[in-house]
């Protein structure tokens, strides 16, 4: 068994031999062991002369180790494809293995020789809340002199925790496939809270509170997955259909926790016996003003604002370019037609100059506030591109049998027309998000203080820090790509269920 799977992925890998005379089985397999034994001893060679070189600390030994692993693979694919001529055989398949190997093995040498050896990580570890809230809220969440306002983040983050885990306990998955990786995520973020290196606040109350955040979720996976186990895949359904729109009221709850209307706030002062003569927002009962929020919060509400208003905002522009009601249609067009004519940078700073003028006569409002009208109107009209597109494919006998079926016009194309466009558009509409996700790095051109100016300003938070410049843009690179590779999983996760990723799938959808 393992010599046969052993095979096949050299077969894959750089592929089958070109003589003859390795269709003998044993003669075949002999060939891949002694390739293997001359890898080894390459890579044992490469492990002490690192050793010698680089020392024997923690990083150090994670480093050699990588490295001889990445040695091992790449001398072990050369030496099979030269001993075997895999190359006679199928040579573009030789030749892309490779090279691959050994692209893999520089990539590996160099960025975690960075990573592990060279790069000092104590400007991200000693910045770490600067770069998640921002600069205004950080002396709120960690000095004493002001009241802690960090309920409200983390009220947000307990409900995000329990509606993502009960969203996967509605899935047919083995528990154990979300359990070991949220676990792991969390312990992670755990960890990054625990640390103590360059610590500004006590370590145990956000230790304790994820850590309790992770039960609830828990708690809240394991009664979704009981309730759709015992139930038919109907009721299951109407759950999800709960928890997206549980989603969507989540991030219009988050921005309201943040920062309250003023009646709210006063209310609030009132049942709590604050005086008028004194300042709401120096307490618990004032909100954080949109003006500092800051760090990756900005980005995720930003993002969240484009995805959510996005495509409430592209179903509505999407039907009117179809519809047949000129005061309807053409409207639709236009806005359509006029935002995707510029770049997102232009609406954003007609956003900060001149939509002011337009807004602040009826309601005095934050930049970031714009800046999340902007995102959604944006997004609303590529998706409305997206939608229009899986509107002109549902078939028009889905159409037929639903108005034969007494369905009125928005209930055929809100329950009928929607479902289906949005089912096989589902690839484009999550390209989308993700472009929207990263288009949240154009915020700090108008100096809004998102993730990415922050951590481009952190080697200018102490002397100490004047030549770690690359660490905080590593972490920022990695950061986004660990949210757009997550939406991109769950797309094909949807997909799947759907049956979408097999030929045909659409119908079956």
Known sequence: MIQDKLLDFEHS?????GLSLYKDPKFNIN?????????IIVSGVSFFDNLSAEGTSIKALIFITLVSLATFLAFYLTIVSVVKLTFRKSPSTAVLGVLSSWIIYQVIKGFGHFALIEAEWEVVWANRVLVIVGQLMT?????SYLPNQSWRLWSILYLTFIIISAAYGTTSDKPYKFLIPFTIFTSILTYIAWNPTAVNYDTDEPVMKLIGATVLSYISFGLSHYYCSINEE???NKLRSY???SSVFLFFFAIFIMNPPESVQNLCADIFGISASENIQLTRCGGVEASQWGGIFVNLIVATAGCVLGFGVGVVLAFGRQ???PFFKYPAVALIETVRSGPLICWLYFAVFLLPDIIDPFMDIEDIIRMLLIFGLFGGCYIAEVLRGGLQAVDSGQKEAALALGLSPIQTKLQ??????????LPSIVSVFIGLWKDTTLLFIINILDFFKLAKDLPNTSPGYLGDFLEPLYVTALVFWIFAFYLSRISMRIEKGLGLTNEGGGEAA
Request: proline share 5%; glycine share 2%; no cysteine.
């Open 13 to 17: 890998v750089v592929g089958k031999p």
């Open 31 to 39: 060939s891949s062991y002694f390739s293997i034994v001359i890898a």
């Open 139 to 143: 002396e709120s969440l960690t000095q």
């Open 234 to 236: 109907y009721i299951a």
């Open 243 to 245: 928890l997206a729109l």
């Open 323 to 325: 519809s047949k009601l």
């Open 416 to 425: 009928v027309e929607l479902p289906n466009a949005v089912r096989t558009t």
